[in-house]
């Protein structure tokens, strides 16, 4: 009997478990990611150089309509003339002088992406509103220019940061004393804030996505869970890692919380049991005399009957 209930808990308690770890699988982004996006835009973008690519020219990439939206070019270069004179203007970058790539190659292809109506499906940022597009600036080596899946470069301004102009934001809505944030993704997912430079403008040391957001107001008309959540929370979709850092560690606190709760009530009901028992023998007839043990007055047989013991290790 014992063993058929304890059998009874362990099969609760991975009910329980595997429910808890659900909401893993839900965070899966639906659709496109914002890291195969990365990919795709490698590939679309470095089949828009020519045959011989001029170095420091910007090729628009033709995306498909299934993209329609995003925007994406590459721009080839020596890695020599990166370092020593920078791109004056690649789209809304400027890349000055000082600019190192690592590990060292001696062309790269330097990928830009907008991704417009997309940003906050890639990127999501709850409690945040975009004031303009997401813009990215990857690099890549570019000594085969039909290569695809190739790893990112990591590129680094050492002298001077890379200035990144967004040339119409969203008027940003009367918000009482909340300034626009230049919000930078890197290729891990996290998510940085730093200030506006010069109105419109955000700094960059490194490669990745771009973007200026304020942070939202008043709760939305349509509140889900995700706004409550503090910004680096991440979301659904977009770079998985900060969600699925949150939903295990979630899972985790929850699981251990129910195995608590469940031993407190196990440890409470053999306890409840074996006064019960004693209480069944009162009412046979024996008079038993109440004593405390701990805090419970729990009850005492007299005489040479022995004496029940309640758990030494039960503290109420
Ligand atoms: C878009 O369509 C192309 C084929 O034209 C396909 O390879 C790609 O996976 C599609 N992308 C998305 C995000 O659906
Ligand atoms: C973005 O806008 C284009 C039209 O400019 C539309 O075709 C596309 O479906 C939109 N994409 C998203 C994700 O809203
Ligand atoms: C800026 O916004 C205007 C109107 O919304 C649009 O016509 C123009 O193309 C935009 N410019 C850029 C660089 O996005």
Redesign the pocket.
């Known amino acids: 009997m014992r063993i058929e209930q304890s059998s009874v808990w362990i099969l609760i308690v991975s009910l329980l478990c595997i429910l808890s770890w659900l909401p893993l699988f839900n965070a899966q982004p639906r659709g496109i990611s914002a890291r195969s996006l990365d990919a795709l835009l490698q590939d679309y973008a470095f089949r828009a150089f020519a045959e011989h690519p001029r170095t420091g020219i910007p090729y628009d990439a033709r995306i498909p309509s299934n993209l329609?939206?995003v925007e994406g070019a590459a721009m080839r270069l020596r890695s020599g003339s990166l370092r020593n004179r920078g791109v004056k203007r690649y789209k809304e970058f400027q890349i000055p002088p000082g600019v190192a790539v690592q590990p060292y190659v001696e062309r790269l292809g330097l990928v830009y992406h907008n991704l417009?109506?997309?940003s906050s499906?890639l990127y999501p940022l709850p409690g945040f509103t975009y004031l303009a597009p997401v813009l990215g600036l990857l690099a890549y080596d570019a000594s085969d220019l039909s290569a695809s899946s190739l790893p990112e470069l990591y590129i680094r301004a050492s002298l001077k940061p890379i200035l990144i102009k967004f040339p119409n934001l969203t008027s940003a809505p009367p918000a009482d004393g909340l300034s626009p944030k230049c919000v930078h993704f890197d290729l891990q997912g996290s998510v940085q804030f730093d200030n506006v430079v010069s109105g419109n403008a955000c700094s960059a040391t490194q490669q990745g996505h771009f973007s200026i957001a304020v942070e939202s107001t008043a709760p939305s008309p349509a509140p889900n869970t995700a706004a409550v959540l503090p910004p680096n929370a991440g979301g659904r979709g977009g770079k998985g890692n900060y969600s699925k850092v949150w939903t295990v560690v979630g899972s985790l606190v929850g699981v251990f919380a129910l195995l608590g709760l469940l031993v407190v009530l196990l440890i409470r009901c053999k306890d409840g049991k074996k006064v019960q028992q004693m209480e069944w023998a009162v009412d046979g007839g024996e008079t038993l005399q109440r004593t405390s043990v701990g805090n419970t007055k729990a009850p005492l047989a007299m005489g040479t009957r022995t004496r029940p013991v309640l758990e030494t290790e039960y503290v109420p």
Do not use: A, K, L, T
């Open positions: 329609s939206g417009g109506n997309w499906i």
